[in-house]
């Protein structure tokens, strides 16, 4: 970064790098999914135990979250980021080699103690060295690193899976080290961000920077906004501070669109849609895993196309017209489920389809939006904390539905609709694995309560959604300040 001539693509370049972030998120939570069939029998555990497995990756990430953002503003967005990369690669490594379960489990807390860090610091770090026009474009390549990530684990998992090997596993969680390597590379060639810089004092650094990234007539309008930002406060934040009466809009728009993301059920299809396709009808493991793969594709595929459209619709607009369609694909799906059994081989394909087209609603709108406006709407005095509080409230809510929907389904399953599949389940008695039949109860009902939080999700979009394409976050702050209300944010 020595040279000062502006280069309109290097912005594109640093953020494409940045967002390879993403590929921790994406890959660790789709490789739990394929991995838990092997070490589950390598080490004879009981369902419980997985859980227990399961879960540390997401306590993990609550705490990474929780702390990520006073270091990231102590530190710095760049050194943060590197130190995730770092603590992922250490973390695949210890997870492949794992002796034990209550190692694997450490394993999984350390691991995802990187994917808390990353999925706060990384949109914030794109958002803050984004011109304002593509800044929307930018902070969702984050959301597209984290559906190919996704996809990449399914590929993995499929390319390593072994009947014949129970420790077909290890190979799984040791891939992980290649997207922490390949963040961890970048990184270091990557620059600060200006923001953080001029919020230390280090102007010329600033600038040096904003010389390369931002359009040569901007650069002084941007360090002056920054400046007289920094100029009204010039103590460190307080974590308390975020909770102060203007910023309650803000911090209400960070955990209310964390909220919605994950509460229209985005991860009961990401976690278990191989048991959601042996529930539709689909026989065999392979076959359900091969429809998750095409879930994979499709996630991928339709967040391309929301790159093209966040900074060119506006965030409102796609939000509506997501929810929307998730809320009809949600409706639709329950459909299937509640008639599969006169739906015959129709009822599969159906849900097939449906769960495609709610993955693309869901990619082209919650899927970048939540990461975009936890990155946007706070100032940059509380920007690392109010953003912290926007990760950490994804992953307290993820957990929440993930370990919910078996729940769901069971209160929501009326007497003698439960859909029976059969399946090869561990014994604790014999410890042995056996074929046995399981009534999997109907998810129908999982399904509608979920499209019900997603006409709500709608109604609290309307009122409290704001439109920030193409606004600077300086003006956006000012808004704030002034007491005006989302609708009335404008360019």
């Known amino acids: 970064m020595n040279k000062e001539t502006y280069n309109k693509n290097l912005v594109v370049i640093i953020a494409a790098v940045a967002a390879t972030g993403g590929l921790l998120f994406g890959f660790d939570t789709g490789v739990i999914s394929g991995a838990i069939p092997f070490f589950q029998r390598d080490f004879l555990l009981s369902n419980s ?5 399961t879960t540390a990756g997401l306590v993990g ?75 929307g474009r930018l902070v969702s390549l984050f959301q597209l690193l984290i559906t190919i990530g996704i996809l990449v684990s399914y590929l993995s ?122 529930i539709a009808g689909f026989e065999g493991a392979r076959a359900a895993i091969w429809g998750a793969v095409s879930v994979g594709v499709i996630n991928v595929a339709f967040t391309v196309l929301s790159l093209f459209m966040i900074d060119k619709l506006g965030r409102r607009k796609l939000f509506f017209i997501g929810t929307a369609g998730i809320v009809v694909s949600l409706i639709a799906l329950g459909l299937v489920f509640a008639f599969l059994p006169s739906l015959g081989t129709m009822g599969k394909w159906l849900s097939i389809i449906f769960v495609w087209i709610y993955i693309a609603f869901f990619a082209i709108s919650l899927g970048p939006l939540g990461w975009l406006f936890i990155s946007e709407v706070f100032p940059l005095r509380v920007r690392g904390i109010g953003s912290s509080i926007g990760s950490l409230s994804n992953w307290f809510f993820n957990g929440i539905v993930a370990f919910t929907f078996f729940k769901i389904i069971k209160l929501f399953t009326m007497p003698g609709t439960g859909i029976i599949t059969h399946e090869k389940l561990y014994d604790a008695t014999t410890h042995t694995f056996t074929m046995q039949a399981v009534n999997n ?19 609290w979009g309307y009122f409290y959604l704001p439109e920030t394409k193409g606004v600077s976050l300086e003006k956006i702050e000012e808004h704030w300040r002034q007491g005006g209300k989302p609708r009335d944010l404008k360019e």
């Open 157 to 278: 998992d499929e390319a390593f899976a072994n009947n014949a090997n129970p420790e077909s596993w290890r190979p799984m969680f040791y891939v992980g080290v290649i997207p922490g390597l390949i963040l961890l590379i970048g990184m270091i060639f990557l620059p600060e961000t200006p923001r953080w810089l001029m919020s230390k004092g280090r102007e010329e650094e600033s600038r040096r920077i904003l010389k390369r990234i931002e359009e040569p007539s901007e650069v002084e309008a941007s360090l002056k906004g920054m400046k007289e930002e920094i100029e009204k406060y010039k103590e460190r934040a307080r974590f308390t501070e975020v909770f102060k009466p203007w910023l309650r809009t803000a911090l209400m728009i960070a955990v209310g669109i964390m909220f919605f993301q994950q509460f229209v059920g985005i991860n009961t299809v990401i976690y278990y849609s191989p048991k959601i396709f042996l």
């Open 441 to 459: 109860g109907n998810p129908a009902g999982a399904f509608w309560f979920y499209a019900i939080l997603g006409v709500l999700g709608l109604i």
């Open 49 to 53: 135990m997985v859980e227990n497995i």
């Open 61 to 135: 990430a609550v705490i990474g979250a929780m702390f990520t953002g006073r270091l990231s503003d102590i530190f710095g967005r760049r050194k943060t980021i590197l130190g995730a990369s770092i603590i992922f690669v250490l973390g695949a490594v210890w997870s492949g080699w794992a002796p034990n379960p209550h190692s694997l489990i450490i394993a999984r807390l350390f691991i995802g103690l990187a994917i808390g860090i990353s999925s706060f610091s990384v949109p914030l770090y794109i958002a803050e060295i984004s011109p304002n026009h593509i800044r």
